[in-house]
């Protein structure tokens, strides 16, 4: 079946980096792209960017510019979600989702909905 | 930067009564919406996109209305299940995928 598995929960301290995998199975990995939402303890959906699995074009958040990056490994069929400098204030469950709609066209100027979501990978930043 | 303002923020209704939440961009977005209910400690799950377009295995109590600016999510009989918080989400551009604060709905 179509699924997405992300790696296990993380600590980490002030400034430093994560990195979370999302590994795709049951589909076409490069016929579809991936974006990353993350969910602080008690608060609402934050979508943070997206990348394409077909080239690895990546969109980036504003407020996250510069502190993320977004890869791919076509060859694992594997996204991953790199996030520097981490804050408290980073403390989250993060998510990978898959867009509802194969790439049709390359370059696009428009998002989709996510059908199909990873279990989420908490992330805690603490000193 | 475009804002999505789901309204009420929460919400307490009975078994069987029809309930509507609101969803209100501040600028046009067509009809590139989309609707997730989250249960408790679990993943969202996709309702609704294009505003108004039913996701595959999705109960026909749920359906989505609206373009433009104003939307709206219904669930026609409220179930027990439906305990849930359900969020809108924008996604007219490929920079910008915001999603809507959030509407908790819970049983009288």
């Known amino acids: 079946q179509v699924q997405l598995v992300q790696s296990g929960a993380e600590v980490k301290k002030p400034g430093a980096s994560v990195k979370v995998s999302c590994k795709a199975s049951g589909y076409t990995f490069t016929s579809y792209g991936i974006s990353w939402v993350r969910q602080a303890p008690g608060q609402g959906l934050e979508w943070m960017g997206w990348i394409s699995a077909y080239n690895g074009n990546t969109n980036y958040a504003q407020k996250l510019q510069g502190r993320v990056t977004m890869t791919t490994d076509t060859s694992t069929s594997t996204a991953y979600m790199e996030l520097r400098s981490l804050r408290s204030d980073d403390t989250a469950v993060y998510y990978c989702a898959r867009d509802l709609s194969m790439i049709v066209v390359v370059i696009t100027t428009k998002g989709d909905a996510f059908d199909i979501w990873g279990q989420g990978t908490m992330v805690t930043v603490s000193s | 930067d475009i804002q999505m303002t789901q309204s009420p923020s929460s919400l307490s209704a009975s078994v069987g009564d029809r309930v509507t939440i609101t969803c209100r961009a501040s600028q046009g977005i067509s009809n590139y919406l989309a609707w997730y209910q989250q249960k408790p400690g679990k993943v969202p799950k996709l309702l609704i996109y294009?505003?108004?377009t039913l996701q595959s295995g999705v109960p026909s109590r749920f359906s989505g209305s609206g373009s433009g600016t104003d939307f709206t999510l219904t669930i026609s009989s409220l179930q027990p299940e439906d305990v849930a918080t359900y969020y809108c989400q924008k996604y007219n551009s490929a920079w910008d995928l915001t999603f809507g604060g959030g509407t908790k709905v819970e049983i009288k």
């Open positions: 294009a505003a108004s």
